[in-house]
């Protein structure tokens, strides 16, 4: 990974986003930008010109991109005051298509964008967050409908680009990561004692070990913050 080269935060306000963005810089690379809805440029998911003219911000500096970090996500809506679902009989259309819209749609969106950036002469990156209650696999407890619903097409998507990069750039790596339970305004509400909750610093630091140990035939792959492969 070329450390001179562009490494980018999308979701830079949030507490893993800012965190991550820290630690790259204590790791020495040079080059980190930070995109938020309130950035400049800014990037708003439900907006596609928003996604498609940061991408043409970040073209023009001519310096290809190592890193793309998607760090943009919700659980809950503080506007609408919805909380993930307990029984199918919460079920909430608009409540579904804000997951879909924020946790599937908008890295998706992403991808379209930023993937074709990645340098190609040395390893390159794209990492989304998605979460462990995504994996269907894994999914023993139920509840949080949307969530769920909308981090396994994200990772569908993941999965589906990874195989068309890796035709188009030998050198890129697309891959899904769980960064564990984590403080912040996200998991605030549904933090339980009993879980290992990590600071944003503790999880960015691990995620960001899982990142530069990647190898291209990590890439299409489902990543725990300890580097232990998550089932789909
Ligand atoms: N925290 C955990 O325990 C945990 C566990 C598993 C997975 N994750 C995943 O990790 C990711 C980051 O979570 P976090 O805990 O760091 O949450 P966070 O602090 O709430 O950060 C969420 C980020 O998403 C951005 N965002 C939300 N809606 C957006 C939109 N419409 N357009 C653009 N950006 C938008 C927020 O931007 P604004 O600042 O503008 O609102 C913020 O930067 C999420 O995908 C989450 O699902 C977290």
């Known amino acids: 990974m070329n450390k001179s080269n562009i490494a980018l935060i999308i979701g830079g306000t949030g507490a893993i986003g800012n965190a991550l963005a820290e630690e790259l810089k204590q790791n020495g690379f040079l080059n980190i930008v930070q995109l938020s809805r309130s950035s400049h440029p800014n990037i708003e998911l439900t907006n596609e010109n928003t996604i498609r ?66 340098d190609s002469e040395t390893k390159s990156v794209f990492a989304s967050l998605s ?9 023993k407890y139920g ?10 097409a994200l990772n569908q998507f993941i999965k589906t680009a990874s195989i068309e990069l890796a035709m188009k750039n030998k050198k890129a790596i697309c891959v899904a990561v769980h960064p564990g339970t984590v403080t912040s ?26 990142i530069l140990n990647l190898n291209v035939q990590n890439t299409g792959g489902f990543y725990n913050w300890d580097g232990s492969t998550i089932p789909w």
Not at 63 to 78: K, M, N, Q, R, Y
Request: proline share 5%; with cysteine; charged share 25%.
């Open 143 to 152: 509840g949080w409908y949307s969530y769920r619903a909308s981090k396994a």
């Open 53 to 118: 003219d940061a991408s043409l911000f970040i073209k023009n500096k001519t310096t290809p991109l190592c890193l793309v970090f998607d760090a943009t996500g919700i659980l809950h809506s503080e506007e609408s005051n919805q909380m993930p679902e307990k029984t199918y009989k919460n079920i909430d259309i608009n409540f579904m298509k804000k997951n879909f819209e924020i946790n599937t749609f908008g890295p998706a969106l992403l991808m379209k964008y930023f993937l074709p950036l990645l």
């Open 185 to 210: 305004n996200l998991s605030k509400p549904f933090q339980k004692t009993d879980l290992k909750i990590q600071s944003p610093q503790e999880s960015a630091k691990n995620i960001l070990k899982v």
């Open 131 to 139: 979460a462990k209650v995504g994996s269907i696999e894994d999914n």
